[in-house]
């Protein structure tokens, strides 16, 4: 949910002119050259800003000392690296090398960043011209200054960006990007306040970044929420720890890039919350060399899809009171296969299955096959909720949402807390009654999911939404609807002479 406004209506520009660098690059390489330069902006304005603080105060000496910025949570600077440095260069040959110097410097100060900026703008790959543009059209915004920080610009050009490189990338825009209303209605429905959150695919850190806004939103604290992530592309856990940087959210994303079920980087942590989006249907993800692992408490899942690997996964980090929200292909929900049959009724019958939110479909770049939201609740009779032992919430969403363009839909903001309140009548802790409605919502027992053969699908549960009397008699409306019928039916037959009489022509007839 991008929404434009005055004060960004150069974010279309900034992309068109960054888009002229993409040339014959890889993909994920050019959006890591883009947004490294959008980085290093921010942490340049944002050191300005204080560099001139610190030079009009009684201590102008210290303008140049590291751990005045350091102690202010602001990225130091090195003379190198400053963005003047750069703008310099812009209309030169030795504009990569500049750059090349600039992302080093910066690294080698800062240690929270160390090794995840983009280094290679001196390659002959990166038309200079094009990209002395870039840098032009990004050196007359204030992304970092105090100003620009109270307004989350940085924030809402990267988000942009991010999701202009998604639809650019298609099927792969997926890997790194999650649409924003998915991450929203996953975070207002989970409402992680304080604890330990995860994600264990967290591509570019999007869980992670509105789960901040929701923390802010509601006047909470940042600092009570400890974040844990892994992600197993080496471009994309870069792209994390960059965005995760510029929010100001500390972060345990692991030392390097790894695959979360042969390389478990938080192995032996449990979590308060976790919110994720796994990649749908992933047929190789070495099943075979961990068939005795301790997560799959509920049955080994099948070597030739992951989906249950996933949330078996996700199901053993929770803590006792832990609660998860992801995203899985509706495949998932009632695939008859006899393992992951097994584990779906071991899942229900150990009563971890909280809710299912059903999705309209084009609300991914990645994809156009339909998806569900999974909420798992490790403790159903929480003191300070209402008791749903032997309940699941089924929210059939799917004619939610509004097309923002020829091809994807997305949540508004009445969507979303629509949804969210309905779950949170459910579980009692939004002091509203939960009742349910027909086409929309049902809280369905065991024995009822028992009688489906466990299968999860929304639709079956919640009925079709009653209609609404039109106020004509039943024998006014039929007399109607049979001519119109009536009609019908010869326009049908007048066209079929004309196909029979055309196929006569060429030499087939019927």
Known sequence: MVTKSKELSIEDKLWATADQLRGSMDASTYRNVVLGLIFLKYVSDS???KRQEVLKSD???DAEDPDVYLAANIFWVPKEARWEIV??????????EAIDKAMVALENSNASIKGILT???ESPDLDKTRLGGVVDLISEINIGDKNSKENDVLGRVYEYFLQQFASAEGKHGGEFYTPRSIVRTLVEMIEPYKGRIYDPC???GGMFVQSKKFVDEHQGVLANLAVYGQESNPSTWKLAKMNLAIRGIDSDLGGHQADTFTNDLHKGMRFDYI?????????QWNGDKLEEDARWKYGMPPLGNANYAWIEHIISKLTPDGKAGFVLANGALSTSSKAELAIRKAVLEDDKIDAIVSLPSQMFYSTGIPVSLWFVDMNKESPDERSRKGETLFIDARELGEMVDRTHREFSIEDIKKIADVYHAYRGTNGQEYKDVAGFCKVAKLDEIQKNDYVLTPGRYVGLAEQEDDGEPYEEKMTRLTLELKKQFAESNKLEVQIKDVLKELGYEI
Do not use: D, V
């Open 47 to 49: 050191f300005e800003e």
């Open 202 to 204: 967290c591509g570019s």
């Open 59 to 61: 201590y102008p000496e």
């Open 119 to 121: 280094k290679n703008y």
């Open 87 to 96: 703008q310099k260069a812009a209309k030169t040959p030795q504009l990569g």
């Open 275 to 283: 919110l994720a989006n796994p990649p749908f249907n992933i047929k």
